[in-house]
């Protein structure tokens, strides 16, 4: 398994407070992605990073803020929750195979509800 | 109208049946992507496929570049294999678009 961790697994906070999660990893790969899952919608992008300080959005960046100051760490921050925000996040990361495709790996998801 | 589409949403059979789940794609790309995501668990990238066809174990995953059109295909198929399978296209190292899932329950 690619070495991929996010923290914290499980989240209760309330809405209008500021959330971060992490996502860290030990693969080096130069690109790490946030998604989130919710039913009905499948997995959608919100941020993405191709390298340390540059990132850019996703097709649901709304809301959130990301941050990426070392290779192996990539932060999303909700900068005041609100209750649409409750979902499963997902950290990804990938690396070339060398012909141009890019496989994703995925941390094991970090569970937000916002009450 | 969805970039990625996949059939059935859902899907029932017993234990043994060869099972196909179809993905169709409406936009140029570099890669197709099988995932795997059991209940409440994390996603595992089953397979990445820019032509023809991959295979492990008891697992096979095609594509037609031409036709937009990939498939899944489990043989033997055991309870342990119940999951949700997600099909995703990528353009690039940008993005992964997905589509919404196959849920396959497979009965002893």
């Known amino acids: 398994d690619a070495g991929i961790t996010q923290s914290p697994r499980h989240k209760v906070t309330e809405t209008g407070t500021p959330v971060t999660l992490r996502c860290h990893q030990t693969?080096?790969?130069?690109?790490m992605y946030w998604y989130r899952q919710d039913p009905g919608h499948g997995l959608r992008l919100i941020h993405y990073?191709?390298?340390?300080?540059?990132?850019d959005k996703g097709e649901v960046s709304d809301g959130y803020s990301v941050s990426r100051s070392k290779t192996e760490d990539f932060l999303l921050t909700l900068e005041s929750a609100t209750s649409s925000q409750t979902s499963v996040y997902f950290c990804?990361?990938?690396?070339?195979?060398?012909?141009?495709?890019?496989?994703?790996?995925f941390g094991p998801g970090t569970r937000l509800t916002v009450t | 109208k969805n970039e990625v589409e996949q059939s059935p949403q859902n899907l029932t059979a017993q234990e043994g049946e060869f099972i196909t789940i179809n993905c169709s794609y409406s936009v140029g790309i570099s890669a197709l992507h099988w995932l795997q995501q059991h209940p409440g668990g994390g996603i595992v990238s089953l397979f990445m496929?820019?032509?023809g066809k991959k295979k492990h174990g008891r697992l096979i995953a095609t594509i037609n570049i031409q036709e937009k059109h990939s498939s899944l295909h489990i043989t033997a198929s055991h309870p342990r294999d119940s999951a949700v399978y997600i099909c995703?296209?990528?353009?690039?190292?940008?993005?992964?678009?997905f589509g919404q899932g196959t849920r396959l329950t497979i009965n002893p």
């Open positions: 496929l820019s032509s």
């Open positions: 995703a296209v990528s353009q690039g190292a940008q993005k992964l678009v």
């Open positions: 990073s191709y390298g340390v300080k540059d990132t």
């Open positions: 990804a990361i990938s690396e070339s195979t060398g012909t141009g495709s890019y496989e994703q790996y």
């Open positions: 693969e080096n790969h130069r690109y």
